[in-house]
């Protein structure tokens, strides 16, 4: 059985609606993917910096408790 172009016109249609869901899923500005992924990277680079701060704390504690008389 022949393909007839309205078969291949509708399949292109429904090809095009998809492209056009993953697209939004991944690029949107709000609930993207991609902001998602951003959020988790800037909120991993300020935890990083105060996890530092405690570790340093808790070193300087524990030196303190060993060396001083």
Sequence with gaps: MPITNKQIHDELRDLKEDVRFIKKKL?????????RVNRNT????????????????????????????
């Design 27 to 35: 690029l949107d500005p709000d609930d993207g993917t991609i902001a």
């Design 42 to 69: 800037s909120f991993r680079k300020s935890t990083q910096k105060t996890l530092w701060s405690v570790w340093v704390a808790i070193l300087g504690i524990i030196g303190t408790l060993i060396f001083w008389d």
